[in-house]
Nanobody, 120 residues
């Protein structure tokens, strides 16, 4: 199954920063149909929750819990989306998933997930 490819997770102390990256393989998305991209996160035993998204016009939306600390960005030429996470807190600990929303150009895609751990 074709997936988006994430990287950048890891262990970081409270107050630290991480930058997650997500790249769409050329075989599933071209530079013209990247569409709306998003980041979600999931903690074991809980539902996957929305973190942030960015559309083709570079409009962004954020969950209230990350506003002012996280920044989503994209580089269509690299078929990539990024999540800069600053001032990380233990409650940010989760598996972070990259997501491409479905539209008339392409189906939805998920990444395999990358673990972010902020110890308390």
């Amino acid at each position: 199954q074709l997936q988006l490819v994430e990287s950048g997770g890891g262990l970081v102390p409270p107050g630290g920063s991480l930058r997650l990256s997500c790249r769409a393989p050329r075989m599933i998305l071209s530079t013209y149909n990247i569409g709306t991209m998003a980041w979600y996160r999931q903690v074991p035993g809980k539902q996957r929750e929305f973190v942030a998204n960015i559309n083709s016009g570079y409009t962004t939306n954020y969950a209230d819990s990350v506003k002012g600390r996280f920044t989503i960005s994209r580089d269509n030429g690299k078929r990539s989306v990024y999540l800069q996470m600053n001032d990380l807190k233990p409650e940010d600990t989760a598996v972070y998933y990259c997501y491409r929303a479905p539209d008339h150009l392409a189906q939805e895609y998920w990444g395999q997930g990358t673990q972010v751990t902020v110890p308390s």
